[in-house]
């Protein structure tokens, strides 16, 4: 009886694996482990900046765009993608609330009054939806009815996109699905005979 520990192979098996995994088109296996992983980064990311903005699921899942990775047998092609665009977010997208003290929203998850602010036309109580206001915010200019100018908070997805929490719930998935998924990839190359 031995007392080691051994793991015994045929060189014959690895040299018939390495042949198998030649005929095999390795950067379409990356690319579908990429894109697969991408499509959980997506999820994460509008999640974790739903939480941030304090915007709607249905705003960050429009703002947010991807591009998926597209490789050619040789070897190019373009990574996968993640990216939006856009400024500060006008305060109609924080589901406002008018007050006599104001118009009252929460962006970020903070709720806060705009004073003088309104979103809707007449005297109290009977106001109305300012029919060309589109159901944005505005403030007057100065003293007088007119000019007034709509109102924008300082929320910006594109830096949220960057942010601490966003870059971390980006990396975990990586960190943690991006090998496993490849491995599934080539596993599955391997029991259909390649791509």
């Known amino acids: ?7 015994k192979f045929d ?15 390795a950067p379409l296996i990356m690319g579908r482990a990429i894109n697969h992983t991408g499509a959980k980064v997506k999820t994460a990311v509008i999640r974790e900046l739903t939480k941030q903005t304090g915007l709607s699921r249905k705003v960050i899942v429009k703002a947010v765009k991807t591009r998926n990775a597209s490789y050619t047998k040789e070897g190019g092609g373009d990574g996968w993608r993640l990216y939006t665009r856009g400024g500060d977010i006008s305060y109609k997208y924080f589901k406002p609330c008018e007050t006599r003290a104001g118009v009252v929203v929460s962006p970020a998850g903070h709720r806060m009054v705009l004073t003088h602010a309104f979103f809707k036309g007449g005297q109290f109580p009977n106001r109305v939806t300012l029919s060309k206001g589109g159901g944005h915010v505005f403030a007057r200019a100065g003293k007088g009815r007119l000019p007034i100018v709509k109102q924008v908070s300082d929320v910006s997805i594109p830096k949220s996109l960057v942010s601490a929490a966003t870059v971390q719930a980006f990396n975990n998935i990586i960190s943690t699905d991006l090998e496993k998924r490849v491995e599934h ?11």
């Open 1 to 7: 009886m031995s007392n080691d520990l051994s793991i």
């Open 11 to 25: 060189a014959s098996e690895i040299v018939r694996f390495a042949n198998r995994m030649a005929g095999m088109n």
């Open 185 to 195: 990839e080539i596993n599955y190359a391997l029991q259909t005979g390649g791509f």
